[in-house]
């Protein structure tokens, strides 16, 4: 995948400038919030629920108000601009489909407020039917459609008036898993086809990863990271983002050494070289993380040759078919985990068994510690 | 074995659903025999005088046989007098001698005195030509007009109330004729009826439409707080909301002297805000407020935010958004609510009774008055059938053009 600086133009679509938004005038819903969405970009807003990502959808689509800050929608300021003169395509959580029109007329709905004359109104719902491929489904009630379907529609409708901008509230969250593969796929090629800004809103990480250009992850209504999902896994910025986006092994230990980008954190009785981005000092508590996928283990005298070499203990072993998940205790932290992938089997190893574990230093990296990390699992919410 | 014992724990089983279903039918039982003796016998009963009444054809049997061959116009014969002052007296001892008089009376005005006047000097009477003596007591019965009234009151099924209940009368060659204007009275009052009642519902509706939707998408503790406002009045006595509007609109009441007050009305031209058709206007939208409102809150509670969200992100304003879109989902209760109130406010009765006025009166308490005052049973039958049908009627149509399962009551 690649950045999107580097295959659109990169011209601001949207703009977040300093926005917060209170609901009760005491808890922030949303902090301060900066954010670029370029024209033409799949950029998907990821966090937990309760994050904000939702609010700011909502702020964006003119149905809440910033308590402070601007959006500006091509350059222009839109604090005074009602929902209805904004011309933004919205996908909602459970689609808002008018149950007492057709598919047809709920389609032909914005036109007709539009003013649109009658036969260009029904050119355009048959065309956009067809881009969502429900052609023929006109007459139907939403009520008499399956759960995908009454998605596509959804769809449809917020297509339909050719909005340059459209968002998506967790447009996928009431379909079964393959349907909402199906269309994560559905929603990218339509976006491709037509050349259009979405702005998406989910706490499925796979999901953002899938779709997006750029992923803004959201925590406790402020941005911690945006970026391309592939940086996003490789290069974290905040052990948040390291724990939320995919799945990360963290050892918390406190720095001793920094050096050229490169620093070294005691963690128990084993010092770990990890990439530094400056951001913790020596005599700092420091968060070393490490994708299970990047450690190697040997088993006995066959030594590798990497930065970082530990013995550890295997405590579990799941066969999950394409890979092997073992759970290590390493340097005195427990559940260590290690994915191996199936090539030779488990290659003999048993649970109980002293092994030694190996990655290099550009596959870990040091990160500020995250307060709340020990009392919440984001990955519980993904 | 294995057969034998599944075919009869099937039977065990069969057997005990029967004995479920005897259960569950005795315990509906007092409900059903409660509805029926105090529901369905009494209506039915009323309905039934309505065009069915066999006093007068009880009391004078045989005189109604004598008069049926009776062409209408020609003098009677004797043994019609003899056998009439016969039963008349006989009606007398067996005291139904003033229901027959009634009865004869409401077929022509001024026979009841002819009837029991004559009666009680025929006790004394005696002679060889009853026919006669009775033209003696009164020149009435030497007259065709009280004859026929006896025939027609004497007829056991009749449709005469009907006829009286929709301004028709029957003419003395038995033709059907409307009455003359001015004493045209139950079909004004029923249009009068249905009008105020349709503009009750159509007030009930233009007020409560906002309550409920300001009860429906308020946040749950205020929403709690005024759906009381709304029920408080309801669990309050009739009579006190009634008796309070009294207090606030009389010519002496609250909101006149504070007008008088406020300069805006002289002293001495002070509003009649009750004992006419507002009163009747103003109470009874209050009293039915709460029908209207409990339905309808219903119905917007179930319409998510994010419709009128969608519809405005589609470009549509707020007026076209709650028009294309609220307005229509909200049909169901629209319709429920406004039946409802409409069907209540057809058959009040207490309400446009105290604050009505005369201007205010409505069909019910033209029933209320033959039930009461005039005895004229057959003919508050008659009215109350009439209203009946309407309503089945208005019901029926509602059902054809909405769709009864669509109607949502709260």
Known sequence: MVSTDDNCTSTPHVEFSGVSKSYDGRNWVVRDLDLVVHKGEFLTMLGPSGSGKTTCLMMLAGFETPAAGTIHINGVPVGDLPPHKRDIGVVFQNYALFPHMTVGGNLAFPLEVRGMDPSEQRERVARTLRLVRLEGLEDRRPGQLSGGQQQRVAIARALVFDPELVLMDEPLGALDRRLREEMQYEIRRIQRTLGITVVYVTHDQQEAMVMSDRVAVFRGGAIEQVASPEVLYEEPERAFVAHFIGENNRLNGVVRTVGDGVCEVEVGDALIKAVSLGQCPPGAAATVVVRPERVNISLGEGRHSYANELDAEIEDIAFLGDHIRLRLKLCEHSGFIVKIPNIVGHGGVLEGDRIRVGWTVLDCRALQPDAADDEEDPSASG | ?410
Request: proline share 5%; aromatic share 8%; glycine share 8%.
């Open chain 2, 1 to 410: 074995m294995v057969d034998q014992v599944t075919a009869e724990t099937g039977l065990d089983a069969s057997k005990q659903q029967v004995r479920q279903r005897r259960r569950a039918i005795g315990l509906a039982l007092p409900l059903i025999a409660f509805v029926l003796a105090s529901f369905v016998a009494p209506l039915g009963t009323l309905l039934v005088r309505s065009a069915y009444d066999p006093l007068v054809a009880d009391a004078l049997p045989e005189t109604l046989v004598l008069l049926r061959t009776w062409d209408g116009t020609s003098a009677l014969e004797e043994p019609v007098y003899a056998t009439a002052a016969r039963e008349l007296l006989q009606a007398r001892e067996e005291r139904t001698l003033g229901q027959i008089a009634t009865r004869v009376n409401r077929i022509t005005s001024g026979l009841r005195s002819v009837v029991t006047r004559s009666v009680r000097k025929l006790r004394n009477a005696s002679g060889d030509s009853w026919r006669e003596t009775m033209i003696g007591i009164d020149d009435a019965w030497g007259e065709p007009e009280v004859w026929l009234a006896i025939r027609s009151a004497g007829e056991r099924f009749t449709l005469r109330h009907y006829i009286n209940a929709l301004d028709f009368m029957r003419q003395p060659d038995g033709s059907i004729a409307r009455q003359p204007e001015e004493r045209r009275i139950y079909l004004p009052l029923l249009w009068r009826t249905l009008a105020i009642s349709l503009g009750i519902a159509a007030l009930c509706l233009a007020i409560g439409y906002p309550i409920a939707h300001l009860i429906a998408h308020a946040p749950p503790r205020r929403a709690n707080l005024l759906l009381l406002l709304v029920l408080v009045p309801f669990w309050t006595s009739l009579l006190v909301r009634t008796t309070a509007w009294i207090v606030l609109l009389q010519t002496q009441g609250v909101i006149n002297s504070l007008l008088v007050a406020v300069g805006l009305v002289a002293d001495d031209g002070r509003i009649a805000m009750i004992y006419n058709m507002t009163g009747t206007f103003v109470a009874m939208t209050h009293v039915l407020l709460p029908f209207m409102v409990l339905p309808l809150y219903s119905v917007m509670r179930s319409i998510p935010r994010s419709h009128i969200r969608a519809a405005a992100s589609l470009g549509a304003t707020p007026f076209q958004a709650f028009w294309r879109v609220y307005w229509p989902q909200t049909l169901p209760g629209v319709g429920a609510g406004s039946l409802m109130v409409f069907i209540l406010a057809i058959g009040y009765y207490i309400t446009p009774a105290l604050v009505g006025g005369s201007k205010g009166q409505l069909i019910s308490n033209m029933i209320a008055y033959h039930m009461q005052t005039s005895l004229n049973w057959g003919l508050a039958a008659a009215l109350a059938a009439i209203l009946l049908v309407g309503i089945i009627a208005l019901y029926v149509l509602y059902d054809r053009v909405v769709g009864i399962d669509r109607m949502r009551l709260g």
